[in-house]
Every structure is written in C-alpha cells, then in structure tokens.
T-cell receptor, first 109, second 112 residues
Framework: SQELEQSPQSLIVQEGKNLTINCTSS?????LYWYKQKYGEGLIFLMM?????EEKSHEKITAKLDEKKQQSSLHITASQPSHAGIYLC?????????FGKGTSLLVTP | NAGVTQTPKFRVLKTGQSMTLLCAQD?????MYWYRQDPGMGLRLIHY???????AKGEVPDGYNVSRLKKQNFLLGLESAAPSQTSVYFC???????????FGPGTRLLVL
C-alpha cells in the first residue's frame, strides 16, 4: 500500500499566524484528499486534488498538489481557534483510502 | 440528511464478550468501509464493501467480521473482544472506489 508521510506531527501556532502542513508520498498520487478531525469527532472532508499543479481553496484553507503528484501541502492563512484539530491526508488506492498519521494543530490566543 | 450514523457512540466490553457496531448511510452509496483509529497508527482499513451482499478484507481484518445485507447498512462484529481491539471505529461511505468518502462520528470501544 502507498505510505503517506505527514509533517509536522504536531503544531502550535498563535492565532492570526499562517501555517503549512505537508503530505508526501513515495509514489504518484492519484487522488489526494484532505480531511479535518475535531478532537473526539469524525472526519470532515475538506478538499480533493487530482491534477499535478492543482490548487483549491476553501475560506482560509488552500491545498496544493505538486507537478509530480507526490507531495501536497495544506496552508491556513490567519489561523483561528476554529482551525484546531487533526488534519489527515489520504490517497486513493482504488477501493479505499490510505491515510497519513495526521497533523495535530493547536491554535493559541 | 443524516449522512453516516454509527451506533453505539461508546461501549465498554470485557475480554471475550461479543458486540456489533452498526453503520447506516442515507446517501445511497455503494461503497462502505470500517476503519479503526489508534494513537500513532492513523486510520487503518478493517473491512469494506463495494455493494449490497459483498464484503472484502482490508489491512487489519483479524478478529472482525462484517455483513452488508442491506445497501444502507454495514455491520462490524467482534466475536470475542480482546484488549487490542480497544480503539475508535469509524464507518465511511462513498459512491465509488475513487470518490470522496464521508465519515460517521465514530464509536469508542474500550475492552477491559
């Protein structure tokens, strides 16, 4: 199965600061998904990227897939306490998703 | 629309007891999945189904059984619970294997 490495494992940022989370694969990604999990809750779908160089935005969150389709980044602009949670990337294996281990984000006042 | 729902939300079992986790979806999705989430391990696929009456093994199927008798329901069974099965279990569904998966809120299981 395709392994996904997420970095950093955890992140503490001050409210208002920007941050970036990375997701790296050793193999070409055919469908890269970003999910957010609030602590103690289920996963919420954020965005899906398929094409090399693709970029999508939703509110203050932007996700990109590099040209080689082996790395994706999730960028949050002007972080807010509502952005806190665990961010997971997942890649399509044809019948299910393989997930990275997640990045835990804490936003402090 | 309720989306994906899971029952129960929380359960405590003793070693050797059995139980069934229920997942229901109202999106008419063909594919359904069961994952477990453990600290430091991320989400791992237990079993999945590509349609009513079908099931298949995922990455960590041992100790679990599943059934998909109705399209909207996917059941996960533990015949003889073990402490190693203490985890948070998530159900998900999608319209196809390459489509977005939608997750339920999770079931927290503690096996003593």
């Amino acid at each position: 199965s395709q392994e996904l490495e997420q970095s950093p494992q955890s992140l503490i940022v001050q409210e208002g600061k920007n941050l970036t989370i990375n997701c790296t694969s050793s193999k070409t990604l055919y469908g890269l998904y970003w999910y957010k999990q609030k602590y103690g809750e289920g996963l919420i779908f954020l965005m899906m990227l398929q094409k090399g160089g693709e970029e999508k935005s939703h509110e203050k969150i932007t996700a990109k897939l590099d040209e080689k389709k082996q790395q994706s980044s999730l960028h949050i602009t002007a972080s807010q306490p509502s952005h806190a949670g665990i961010y997971l990337c997942g890649s399509n294996s044809g019948y299910a998703l393989n997930f990275g281990k997640g990045t835990s984000l804490l936003v402090t006042p | 629309n309720a989306g994906v729902t899971q029952t129960p939300k929380f359960r405590v079992l003793k070693t050797g007891q059995s139980m069934t986790l229920l997942c229901a979806q109202d999106m008419n999705h063909e594919y359904m999945y069961w994952y477990r989430q453990d600290p430091g391990m991320g989400l791992r696929l237990i079993h999945y189904s590509v349609g009513e009456g079908t099931t298949a093994k995922g990455e960590v199927p041992d100790g679990y059984n599943v059934s998909r008798l109705k399209k909207q329901n996917f059941l996960l069974g533990l015949e003889s619970a073990a402490p190693s099965q203490t985890s948070v279990y998530f159900c998900a569904s999608s319209s196809g294997g390459a489509e977005t998966q939608y997750f339920g809120p999770g079931t927290r299981l503690l096996v003593l």
